[in-house]
Structures are given as structure tokens and as C-alpha cells.
């Protein structure tokens, strides 16, 4: 049983240019939530998708979208980027009911900005 | 809103000894709360939950956590620390009303000394 997916792992990125990370949920899974964590620091709440919409979001600016599929896979896209973006990017995958059951997490994508 | 702190950034034990991680969280509603751990360039594990049900959770490896509504507190424990134990450690909360958005603590570096 496969978990949480994501691609790229790794990604070097020049300020002002655009990247798309990807995720992949556990089987069986159909909300996912996306995680910004920098070194040495808790993991910070982007938002979360569940039915393809936006359900809940952080304290985070527009140039961070994100998508949700019918297949519950999820895209996170962060445009404009600055040198302050780069940071560990988690999905995390869950039912929805997250509070009983958890999430089940990806390895990430490490973002660096240049 | 929720919140997490987590006294001391980073713990140091000798292998065989007591392991004590302290989490207090605010909420103003019943909490549920989380105990994750996550090994260098991985993503986060679940370690164990309290979801309302016993106060006393015991979880994967060894981990147990009390929670204690007077104290607002959710400490993790371990009687006998092992060399693998050594990870970042962090505490998180959610609640039933704030659709499953959970809110992660700075987190706890735990060494473990031979």
C-alpha cells in the first residue's frame, strides 16, 4: 500500500520564476493538506483540499494556489517566487475526518530559492 | 485559535534513560492532539493521538502520552531512550471545529547519548 507520494523531491528555483509541486494521497485517502516547513521549524498550515475545493488556508499570500484532482491527487504552485519560499513543502493526505485518524505524510520537496 | 509550545528546543538523554517531551496547547474547545516524529530528510510520522477517548495514549516504539485538561498539557514519554529515538519531535492540535486544519509546534530535537 502505497502512502503519501511527492515529486519532484528535490528543486532549485531562481527568484521570480513559478514552480508546481505535486502529491499524490494514500489510497483510500481524500483530503490533502499542504505544509510549509523551514529549517529548523515547525511545519506551517498552506491550506487544505477536499471535493476539489479550497477548504481551509493559512496565513499565506496568492502567490500560493493549489488544485486538488478527481483522483484526489493535489498540486501546490507558488509563483513569483522569493528567496523566503525556500523550505521543506509537505503534503499530507488524511479522510476527513483528520482529528480521529491523522495525517499520513509525504517526504517532501525541498524547495531552494536562488 | 489553537496553538502549541513546546518547552526546550532540543533534549539530550543517555541511552537507557527517561525520555520527557512537554507539549502544552491552548484551545478553547476540546482538543485533539498529536504526537509526530520525523527523521532527518524524511517526512513526519505519526507517533500517537488522543482523540477524546482515554487519557493515557500509548503509541508506536515505546511513546506514551497523558493528556491533562488541567494543566492544558500533552507530554510524551518513553521509559528507555534507544539510539534510533534520535529525531525531531513535535506536538500538534486540532479540533472538531476547525475542519481538520492541525496546527504544528515548533518542535524538539531529542539526542540520545551511548
Known amino acids: 500500500d502505497a502512502g503519501v507520494t511527492q515529486s519532484p523531491t528535490h528543486l532549485i528555483k531562481t527568484r521570480g520564476q513559478q514552480v508546481t509541486l505535486r502529491c499524490s494521497p494514500k489510497s483510500g485517502h481524500d483530503t490533502v493538506s499542504w505544509y510549509q516547513q523551514a529549517l529548523g521549524q515547525g511545519p506551517q498550515f498552506i491550506f487544505q483540499y477536499y471535493e476539489e475545493e479550497e477548504r481551509q488556508r493559512g496565513n499565506f499570500p496568492d502567490r500560493f494556489s493549489g488544485h486538488q484532482f478527481p483522483n484526489y491527487s493535489s498540486e501546490l504552485n507558488v509563483n513569483a517566487l522569493l528567496l523566503g519560499d525556500s523550505a521543506l513543502y509537505l503534503c499530507?493526505?488524511?479522510?476527513?475526518?483528520?482529528?480521529?485518524?491523522?495525517?499520513?505524510f509525504g517526504s517532501g520537496t525541498r524547495l531552494t530559492v536562488v | 485559535a489553537q496553538s502549541v509550545t513546546q518547552l526546550g528546543s532540543h533534549v539530550s538523554v543517555s541511552e537507557g534513560a527517561l525520555v520527557l517531551l512537554r507539549c502544552n496547547y491552548s484551545s478553547s474547545v476540546p482538543p485533539y492532539l498529536f504526537w509526530y516524529v520525523q527523521y532527518p530528510n524524511q517526512g513526519l510520522q505519526l507517533l500517537l493521538k488522543?482523540?477524546?477517548?482515554?487519557?493515557l495514549v500509548k503509541g508506536i516504539n515505546g511513546f506514551e502520552a497523558e493528556f491533562k485538561k488541567s494543566e492544558t498539557s500533552f507530554h510524551l514519554t518513553k521509559p528507555s531512550a534507544h539510539m534510533s529515538d534520535a529525531a525531531e519531535y513535535f506536538c500538534a492540535v486540532t479540533t472538531k471545529t476547525s475542519y481538520d486544519k492541525v496546527i504544528f509546534g515548533p518542535g524538539t530535537s531529542l539526542s540520545v547519548i551511548p
Open positions: 488522543y482523540t477524546s477517548a482515554a487519557t
Open positions: 499530507a493526505s488524511s479522510l476527513e475526518l483528520a482529528e480521529l485518524y491523522g495525517y499520513t
